[in-house]
């Protein structure tokens, strides 16, 4: 049962970077076949160089949650690669929200030359969606890594004890 949990969650991973790798590609191309109007330019190009940059440490997350489901399925769950991996986790997920943090107020010159204000709220999304995400796997890293010293602790005292006093 756990390795087919393990299975649909890779499964689930390659699925979420998909849907990114497409929109960056098909933008990429719609960019070079249609230009951005030279009126709006100062205000797009750094909200689309900010958008590609974003995607460098999205995919980098996903491989290490990848990673991490590797070692999941090697039984190595409670291990230090675990924690460096829920480490490099966070890491991606805070940095693409302050990506998106410096990537804001040309979302808001966007908005308010076009006079759309809810671009100021699709704008916000990825970046309290990224904190979540690092908030997230910050305490997973926290209560594995506690589970670890536990472990560690537990089998120094279990060796202790079967080998005699050293007192």
């Not at 089998?155 to 079967?162: F, I, K, N, R, S």
Request: net charge negative.
């Amino acid at each position: 049962m756990k390795r087919y949990s393990t299975i649909f969650l890779k499964i689930a991973v390659i699925l979420i970077g998909l849907p990114v790798l497409a929109l960056c590609i098909y933008g990429l191309i719609r960019l070079v076949d249609d230009p951005i109007n030279p009126e709006y330019a100062s205000i797009l190009y750094p909200i689309i160089i900010g958008l590609y940059v974003s995607a460098i440490p999205f995919y980098f997350a996903l491989y290490k949650a990848f990673t991490l489901l590797n070692y999941i399925d090697q039984n190595k769950a409670f291990s230090q690669d675990s924690v460096d991996a829920l480490i490099s986790i966070k890491r991606c997920a805070f940095a693409v929200g302050i990506l998106y943090i410096v990537i804001l107020p040309f979302v808001y010159m966007l908005a308010d030359k076009d006079d759309a204000p809810s671009l100021i709220i699709i704008g916000s999304a990825p970046i309290f969606v990224s904190m979540v995400i690092a908030v997230f796997a910050a305490v997973l890293q926290r209560l594995l890594q506690d589970a670890i010293d536990i472990k560690t602790e537990n089998d120094l005292t279990v060796w202790g004890e079967g080998h005699g006093d050293y007192s």
